[in-house]
């Protein structure tokens, strides 16, 4: 991870600023669409700050820079940022928001500007009244980026991929019946319409998937819903033949991608209707949805803002969705249970030389075998020693770090397939672990097993079961810097929204359902020395209980990830005799899925073998 020199394109940028009387320019992260991970042309912050994570925001004055980003990436932000920049920490103590840093600079009665399409309207507003009550004019929106100007012609190209069908055997539902439920949801709310701008959403909604952002089969696009209407804003040369008839057949029309907002105010006036005595209908927007959309939607009398109804059903999955989870994660167990047995062979038996890439490289090699097979889910985390306790870490082809086999290897991957997302991480140690290792390993472990056990009444909030995955690391006085789970697509984004389980403050609003699929991941990181992970997916469930207090059906996780997990670093002497039983189970479970598989593979089948025996 090297250090961008920043301060030529800091110069030309506050130069754009002055011209304009702009004071204070905030970049976000994120592109238009409220994307987490985004296209190149769409890089803006990293750009200019030259930090690649995939969470923060840059704030530049005229005469300071600051980045402000998660725990998760404290540890590579202070790697990546030269010295123009102030790095915020966002959740320590005495360590301001953004926003807040921000508002107190506005002080004085300086512009503070931002490109309305990057910002979400809710977010746009309260960073607003912050500002004037810091003393600040006042938050601009300002078209076109000042960011992109400075890129000039060295900005990547927008992306322009196919767009393919994903066939109902995959989806479980067509689009009919999708937005007929969407249309349910506009009756109840008295609605005009509902304006979908989340790119997953969209993906879902009318069964297609793409590629215009890497490892996220999703296309740019928006869409329009009424009561007797539906409208997708795409390119239309980017849609094949058989995506035509489709949407044709579910009485979809389509207009160009930028076309929404130059159909925005005739959009909105159509809910003002003809009968003036009536109540106006709104139209629904996610609370995702960009400055720039709602206010070319008419702003506040035309447009409300509400959780997106399309993004809490695409959490529920159905049920042909969740046993294409079953099944693409026993074919990516395999994958990943060839590729550890052959890296530990390479390493030990074989005194190999390999580096994080190569490693990489042969596990997206072995992905690839696996049927239905599209691509990975991100780029691999594969990591040695001291990189594996950078939380996102992402090795750099011809300057990473050979894999030490007296070190741990961290290993956070996963693929796209046709019939489901999956995403796994295991820390290994092929060597002999140092007593700090096996103690973290295990009370990370111990997390795991917690949460995976959990049964909670139905309403319960990932926010109030991330304390399951800590409790034994804050006995011991650790913990670690990031959720302890997210939401996770069926053949869409890896990283996926509304639910998940931590402390940010959505998982508080929204409750876990039957149908849900996420991570649980608990870590512990010791900088500079080693990190340590262990992530399985896991779908929610409703589960038989003695009792049924308060006449609610209780619910508790299943776990689908097929993976062993490593031996070497299990202190069994913290391990109760119900956690044994758990590892037992599990690895009888890992065995069944996928020992046949490696019948002729010795090698493999005799790692499967001893990393599954009982404990």
């Not at 309305?116 to 076109?144: F, R, W």
């Not at 879902?204 to 999703?218: A, E, K, M, Q």
């Not at 007797?228 to 239309?236: E, P």
Request: proline share 4%.
């Amino acid at each position: 991870m090297e250090t961008v020199n920043t301060t030529e394109r800091l110069a030309a940028l506050r130069a754009l600023m002055r011209e304009r009387n702009i004071d204070i320019y905030v970049i976000p992260s994120e592109d238009s669409h409220a994307s987490e991970y985004i296209a190149a042309c769409d890089g803006r912050r990293e750009f200019i700050s030259g930090f690649s994570g995939s969470a923060g925001t840059a704030i530049v004055t005229l005469d300071k820079a600051a980045l402000a980003t998660d725990g998760r990436y404290f540890n590579q932000a202070s790697k990546q940022l030269d010295q123009n920049w102030l790095l915020l920490k966002t959740g320590l103590a005495d360590v301001p928001t953004w926003q807040d840093w921000t508002a107190d600079e506005s002080a004085g009665g300086k512009t503070v500007a931002v490109d309305p399409t990057l910002l979400s309207s809710p977010i746009a507003d309260k960073l607003g009244e912050s500002i004037k009550k810091n003393g600040g004019a006042g938050l601009e929106a300002l078209h076109g980026n000042l960011v992109d100007i400075v890129w000039g012609s060295d900005r990547p190209p927008t992306p322009n991929q196919p767009v393919v069908l994903l066939p109902t055997k995959y989806s479980g539902s067509d689009t009919a019946t999708k937005l007929a439920e969407l249309r349910k949801e506009l009756e109840k709310k008295k609605a005009a319409g509902f304006v979908v701008s989340v790119l997953d959403e969209v993906a879902w909604l009318f069964n297609l998937r793409g590629s215009d952002i890497p490892y996220n089969p999703v296309f740019f696009s928006y869409a329009v819903v009424t009561h007797d209407s539906a409208t997708l804003y795409i390119d239309s040369s980017k849609l094949s033949p058989e995506c035509h008839t489709y949407l044709a057949n579910n009485q979809v029309s389509i207009e160009p991608y930028g076309g929404l907002f130059e159909d925005a105010k005739a959009i909105a006036a159509k809910a003002e209707g003809d009968d003036a005595s009536q109540p106006r209908k709104k139209y629904l927007i996610s609370t995702k949805a960009s400055w720039a959309l709602k206010l070319a939607l008419g702003g506040e009398k035309l447009a409300e803002e509400i959780r997106s109804p399309v993004g809490d059903a695409k959490a529920v999955k159905n049920g042909t969705e969740l046993e294409g989870m079953r099944n693409c994660h026993i074919r990516d167990g395999a994958a990943l249970i060839e590729f550890f047995a052959w890296l530990e062979d390479q390493l030990i038996t074989k005194k190999a030389v390999l580096d994080e890439v190569q490693a990489a490289d042969k596990l997206e090699e072995l992905r690839k075998k696996q049927k239905d097979f599209v691509g990975l889910s991100f780029s691999t985390i594969s990591s040695t020693g001291a990189n594996a306790a950078v939380i996102h870490y992402e090795p750099e082809r011809g300057n990473c770090s050979v894999i030490d086999p007296e070190a741990v290897y961290l290993c956070d991957s996963g693929a796209q397939y046709l019939d489901g997302t999956t995403d796994t991480t295991r820390t290994l140690h092929f060597g002999t672990p140092t007593p700090a290792e096996k103690q973290a390993y295990t009370l990370v472990l111990k997390g795991n097993i917690a949460l995976d056990q959990a049964i909670f009444p139905k309403g319960t909030t990932g926010f109030a079961l991330d304390s399951l995955a800590r409790q034994f690391l804050w006995k011991a006085g650790l913990d670690y810097r990031h959720g302890t789970g997210h939401g996770v697509g069926s053949y869409l984004n890896v990283h996926e929204g509304p639910i998940g389980i931590g402390t940010r403050k959505q998982y508080i609003d929204v409750a876990l359902s039957a149908g849900n699929v996420l991570s649980n991941e608990p870590g512990y990181y010791e900088d500079g020395s080693y990190g340590i992970r262990i992530e399985n997916i896991v779908m929610v469930r409703e589960v038989k209980t003695e009792h049924s207090f308060g006449e609610k059906p209780y619910l508790g996780f299943q776990h689908v990830t097929m993976v062993p997990y490593c031996r070497n670093l299990i202190d069994t002497s913290l391990l109760t005799a119900d956690e044994k039983k758990w590892l037992n189970d599990s690895n009888k479970e890992i065995l069944a899925n996928t020992e046949t598989v490696f019948k002729d593979d010795p090698l493999t089948h005799s790692w499967l073998i001893r990393e599954t025996q009982p404990f």
